[in-house]
């Protein structure tokens, strides 16, 4: 619906990208004040536990606050320091492998130099023949091309042998060779505008985490207020849903920076162990780089482990400690990506992994490198303001990693889809923790009646139907094939052997599909639920006519008739057979098994009943269990015919 802004009717699609794009223009430009803030935010929420469990034990707030401050900017200058006497002893040691460096890049030049060589004269063979007039012999072409080869290097032999012999000696036959001139700029004194602009650009970041600093401690101490003025601003008609969505952001942000924490501290750990086992010297400078690296995601890790490989590749003898150092490298990282991070998480954070890639992108474009190592918690909050803000439920669905689609809705996006493998494999899971019939009633009748309702608005072909219900049909053979395999206990809780025992006693039951191979595909479900072991059951398809389903009933005389109609049609031709069965057989007990829309489904059931049938019911679940009671009442009609014990007889009604 259009929104009235004034008297200019605008529709509701054009608010929402203006908004859009006011808000990500607001994020770019004042990106100088949100970074600030967001760090702050971020260190709260990693620091606040420490805090409350200080509390906890008598300790004033304040001073919770300042010893867990002085704690975190302890461990921080610790790193610095180590970081910095390995930078500074990194930078005395370099002139001990200029040697090593020097020889590496000799041959490395020499190789390059080759290659290129070689690339050069067949790119100038190339040109020759392409430029050759016609009628020029290709070897004459490639001829020219190696003596102009040749010549260009005598040429620069004769410079370089010149320019060490004396400079601009005149060349043969009277011609001088140009003179060198060099540029020399002029020697520039440092003023004290200089001096300004270089305190500013060491003040600023200075400046910046002082801010930083000051922010997280005001933020512990006055958490309550803060939250309080947050709830006030949101509104007090809201109290409930601010207070639910600050405590998941929270919890959530706090569980994964410390369990950020703690992998990139071990994967630190673990990297600089094992280079100073490979012998690769400064192992701490490079384990502490890695593990402040791998906060960036996805390339953080790698470019941790960029600095020591390449470091050994130029300052030490041969290839071992290199190759050694990158397998070790994937051998942490690969462990710390399968098996430490899945077993620590106790909790998913929340964001689906093709969205925390895209959100990654987003991040770093606008907020740069901070960006980059912000994007998770940032996103987490994005992922529970659409959880619990109406408004923003997309960003839940954009961004979070809980389905979005609830089970039958997969199975029968899947069925459209053609992918058999794919829907198999959902009724299989399905399957493993529910009932067959349960997986009938939950999959696959629902996407029958979407299918059918798909082909009545022309949605669907008639060859997309046909094709979709054997794919149906396919799939429900194998799940039946596999409990069949499997050896299930009858649904009543009797054993296969003692079921079967029994099947002789039990009364006959017959099944009708209504109209067409929809409700034929759900008596053969139906089969499938009460096996031929259990009960005994016949089926007949929508091709019988009701002249022949009344001669059947008939002479055999059901003790029940199931009449199965899958929806959204059908309802006419289950209604013309219970007629027609009511008329001839007033006492039979007819059930109508009818799956159909859910707002028509009172009104179908009524008509059905007055119809003529017995009971309507709308799962397969509970025709097995009408099925179940015949079969049960004529056990019991049997053996009270053959004398059966009152104990006996007693243990069965009780069943």
């Given amino acids: 619906m259009p929104t009235f802004i004034g008297q200019v009717s605008w529709p509701r699609p054009l608010i929402g990208m203006a908004t859009f794009a006011l808000v990500l223009g607001l994020l770019y430009w004042l990106a100088p004040v949100l970074v600030p803030i967001a760090l702050a935010v971020l260190l709260t929420f990693l620091l606040s536990p420490l805090v409350r469990r200080l509390e906890r034990r008598g300790i004033n707030r304040a001073l919770a606050v300042a010893a867990v401050g002085l704690v ?44 290129l060589d070689r690339m ?52 043969r036959g009277g011609t001088r060779q140009p003179a060198i001139v060099v540029v020399q700029q002029e020697e520039r004194h440092l003023t004290f505008s200089d001096i300004i602009g270089s305190l500013t650009l060491a003040i600023a970041p200075l400046a910046r985490a002082t801010l930083v600093i000051m922010m997280v401690i005001f933020m512990l101490i006055w958490r309550e207020d803060l939250r309080d003025r947050l709830i006030a601003l949101v509104g007090h008609g809201r109290i409930t849903l601010t207070t639910k969505a600050l405590d998941e952001a929270g919890q959530r942000i706090a569980s994964y920076l410390l369990t950020q924490l703690t992998i990139n501290a071990a994967f630190g750990a673990a990297l600089g162990v094992g280079l100073a086992l490979i012998g690769i010297p400064y192992a701490v400078l490079w384990g502490i780089i890695a593990a402040l690296l791998r906060y960036a995601p996805y390339v953080g890790a790698a470019l941790g482990a960029l600095f020591p490989i390449c470091f ?49 992108a987003f991040w770093t474009w606008l907020w740069g490198p901070v960006g980059l190592i912000l994007a998770y918690p940032l996103t987490v909050c994005l992922v529970v303001l659409g959880q619990f803000v ?38 299989q899971e399905y399957r493993n923790e529910h009932s067959l019939a349960e997986t009938c009633d939950r999959l696959l009748l629902p996407a029958l009646v979407s299918a ?3 082909l009545r608005d022309d ?23 596999g409990t069949a395999d499997g050896g299930e206990e009858a649904a009543d809780g009797r054993s296969a052997e003692t079921a079967a025992s029994s099947r002789e ?35 007949f398809g929508p091709e019988v006519l009701a002249a022949e389903a009344l001669a059947s009933i008939g002479e055999e005389k059901p003790a029940l008739v199931f009449i199965l109609s899958v929806g959204p ?33 009172d009104a179908v059931r009524q008509a059905l009943v007055a119809d003529g049938a017995t009971q309507v019911v709308s799962s397969i679940a509970e025709l097995q269990s009408n099925a179940i009671a015949v079969r049960d009442a004529a056990s019991d009609d049997t053996r009270h015919a053959l004398g059966a014990p009152a104990e006996a007889d007693g243990a069965v009604a009780a069943h």
């Fill in 72 to 115: 975190a900017l302890a461990l921080f200058a610790g790193v610095a320091w180590v970081v910095g006497r390995q930078a500074t002893a990194l930078a005395d040691a370099v002139p001990q492998y200029e040697d090593n460096l020097a020889h590496k890049l000799s041959v490395l030049r020499e190789n390059s130099a080759g290659l």
């Fill in 120 to 171: 050069r004269l067949f790119a100038r063979t190339i040109n020759n023949q392409i430029a050759a007039p016609e009628g020029t012999a290709p070897g004459a072409a490639a001829g020219g091309a190696a003596a102009e080869n040749g010549a260009a290097r005598s040429g620069a032999a004769q410079g370089n042998a010149a320019q060490s012999g004396g400079g601009a000696a005149p060349a």
């Fill in 312 to 360: 050994s590749v130029l300052t030490m003898e041969g290839w071992q400690a290199p190759l050694l150092a990158f397998v070790w490298f994937l051998i942490i990282e690969t462990s710390a990506n399968f098996l430490i991070e899945p077993w620590i998480y106790g909790r998913r954070i929340g964001i689906s992994p093709t969205a925390a890639l895209v959100m990654v």
């Fill in 390 to 427: 109406p408004y923003l439920k997309f960003l839940d669905v954009l961004l979070g990693d809980r389905p979005v689609l609830d089970v039958s809705s997969r199975f029968f996006q899947r069925l459209l889809a053609h992918d058999v493998h794919e829907a198999l494999h959902v009724a």
């Fill in 452 to 454: 059918g309702v798909a």
């Fill in 459 to 481: 949605a669907l072909s008639e060859q997309e139907h046909g094709q979709l219900l054997r794919d149906c049909r396919q799939i429900a053979e194998e799940i039946a094939r």
């Fill in 505 to 539: 006693d039990a009364a006959c039951v017959m099944a009708f599909a209504a109209r067409d191979e929809a409700d034929e595909l759900a008596t053969d479900m139906l089969r499938a639920i009460l096996r031929p072991s259990r009960h005994c059951l016949r089926t």
């Fill in 569 to 601: 049609g059908g309802v006419t031709a289950t209604a013309v057979l219970c007629r027609r069965l009511r008329k001839r057989f007033p006492q039979q007990r007819v059930v109508v098994g009818r799956w159909g829309l859910a707002e028509d489904a």
